[in-house]
């Protein structure tokens, strides 16, 4: 799989990354088009509630995929890297977690606060722009 | 390292749950079978990710926090030629010409593997010019948001403020990473048509020689931006 060239710079062989068909790339951008075109659709006709979410999620998820393990070639590695990239991002997950339950909070609050302030003191002159 | 050891080393590679296990055990390198500027790009991009992910994640509790109305994306990027106005059109063009870049990146890759000089560099020029118009529409959005409407990170006369923040912090971000994949994708194309990959020319910014995995590398940072699009395009766009 690998050879030394240059006494010290290992190398992948060339012919191992040309394996792949030209045919894959073109379907895989054929699905793109169509993916992206679904979720403008998704726009377009006012598709609205629940599923807007999930469709516009679902076309997400569909086109992420496709490029992470066509275009930038994940189902041809090794699962050792699979892991190191995929597991890593889901940490994310926690970080949404943690903001929506402050992000609720901060809304209960500025409600109860900006309430309170419009029954003193009137509705709030229109910005001047 | 002994040309003989890195032969039998990857004569044991293992696959599935165990190779993993193998791999991360293993002596000096838990990527086996990978340039390691192949490695180091995806540790660039996995922390990348972070990057946007804590812009996406922030824009969600701003976004979830505000008690001014949020605009409608779907107006607000709205475009008329001529007629009535098509909502979300121009953002959906930017969408097709990314993806179309992506496509030609990918068939540059392959045709650099395959050594084919002519039409490698054609598709590097192909993939920077579009990407460049990626950048020129942004721009155009750019320009129509502060001057026509009066956008600013700080304010904004649609509705809630944050919207101007999150907008200019994530699409500019995301345009940054284009415009530098765009340079270093003219730099790519320069070096292909001179046969620096060929020759093993080393680059500016090494003394290692130059080789066709270099053009696959650049395709995984070009191939990113165009991922990141895609989440932006789902979340502050269609949202």
Known sequence: MEHVADGHEPVVKE????????GVYFKIWILLFVLSAMSYA????????????????????????????????????RLA??????????????????????????????AIYFLQELVQTGPAPPPAH | MSAQNVASDSLELKPGLEGVIEDWSSDQRAFKGVPWGKAMMWIFLVSDTFIFGCFLASYMT?????????????????????????????IAIMT???????????????????KDKRKTFWLLIATAVLGATFVGMQVFEWSKLIIDEGVRPWANPMGAAQ???????????????????VIFLFIMAYKVSKGHLDDRQP?????????????????????????????????????
């Open chain 1, 15 to 22: 012919e191992e990354a040309i394996q792949h068909p030209l």
């Open chain 1, 42 to 77: 998704v726009d377009y006709y006012q598709i609205q509630g629940y599923m807007r979410w999930f469709l516009i999620l679902l076309f997400m998820v569909l086109k992420a995929g496709l490029i992470i393990a066509v275009f930038m070639h994940m189902v041809w590695e």
């Open chain 1, 81 to 110: 890297m699979v892991y190191f990239i995929l597991l890593p991002p889901l940490l994310l997950l926690t970080f949404v977690a943690i903001g929506s339950l402050e992000a609720d909070w901060t809304f209960f609050n500025r």
């Open chain 2, 62 to 90: 701003v976004r979830m926090s505000t008690l001014d109305p949020w605009p409608n994306s779907s107006e607000v990027f709205a475009l008329s030629f001529g007629g009535a106005p098509i909502p979300l059109i121009l």
């Open chain 2, 96 to 114: 097709f010409v990314l993806i179309t870049s992506s496509g030609t990146m990918a068939l540059a890759v392959n045709f650099g593997y395959r």
């Open chain 2, 163 to 181: 919207f101007g923040s999150v907008f200019f912090m994530v699409t500019g971000f995301h345009g940054t990473h284009v415009t530098i994949g």
């Open chain 2, 203 to 239: 680059g500016w910014f090494t003394k290692r020689g130059g080789n066709y995995e270099e053009i696959e590398i650049m395709g995984l940072y070009w191939h990113f931006v165009d991922l990141v699009w895609v989440f932006i395009f789902a979340f502050f766009y269609l949202w």
